[in-house]
């Protein structure tokens, strides 16, 4: 008996609210369905974009696996311009980065790279960072490569990035800014790692650069 006055008395509260805020209720819940309504749309044409840039993605690997350049650089020139920023806009950017070097097309592959640069995923902007940074190196452009590799990379790319810093700075004959990058890039590079002993011997070979003012 208690149990069923509570209930009621429960109930004729709520009865009560409603009956009073109803005009103010209504409309709220009106927005709060919209903006589901809303964000349901924003998922499906997420999902849609993620498709439609993965079929793009796939079309270029299908052209490089079939040895055709001009069509892969098509497929990639539509991840570029209308999927920017995606994961695939990066990989595509990548690979076609590796294959344009590979055929001495340096202002391909920077363009490629400098796209991928601008990812929003840490992971994928640094290793593109880097990669831009040794393409302007073979471009005789390291005063560039310095600009491209500022700012402090995810604590994993600490060796990477130090190592291409290196590069850098010995490229402009800055031989103690070599040391100290090289230097950092070795304690942040574990003892299995296969580019740690390439790294050493830059470190011992340091003075061996020419130095500039």
Do not use: C
């Given at each position: ?198 790294i050493a011997r830059k470190l011992a070979t340091v003075d061996s650069f020419g130095s500039k003012p």
């Amino acid at each position: 008996m208690r149990e069923d006055l509570e209930q009621q008395e429960q109930f004729d509260a709520i009865k009560g609210f409603w009956n009073d805020n109803k005009r103010w209720i209504v409309p709220v819940l009106s927005i709060i369905a919209v903006s589901a309504m809303s964000f349901n749309g924003w998922l499906w044409w997420q999902d849609r974009q993620a498709a439609k840039a993965t079929d793009a993605l796939a079309a270029m690997e299908q052209a490089l696996v079939e040895q055709s350049v001009d069509k892969a650089r098509v497929a990639f020139k539509v991840l570029a311009e209308d999927y920017s920023g995606t994961t695939q806009a990066a990989l595509g950017g990548l690979q076609m980065a590796r294959v344009f070097v590979s055929e001495g097309s340096l202002p391909e592959a920077r363009a490629a790279l400098e796209v991928v640069s601008k990812s929003p995923v840490d992971e994928f902007a640094w290793i593109a960072k880097i990669r831009l940074a040794g393409v302007l190196l073979d471009e005789n452009n390291a005063k560039a490569a310095v600009e491209v590799l500022a700012g402090d990379p995810p604590k994993e790319f600490t060796g990477l990035v130090n190592d291409r810093r290196g590069d850098v700075h010995a490229a402009l004959g800055q031989r103690e800014d070599a040391r100290k990058a090289w230097r950092v890039a070795l304690d942040a590079t574990g003892p299995e790692a296969a580019s740690r002993e390439l790294i050493a011997r830059k470190l011992a070979t340091v003075d061996s650069f020419g130095s500039k003012p």
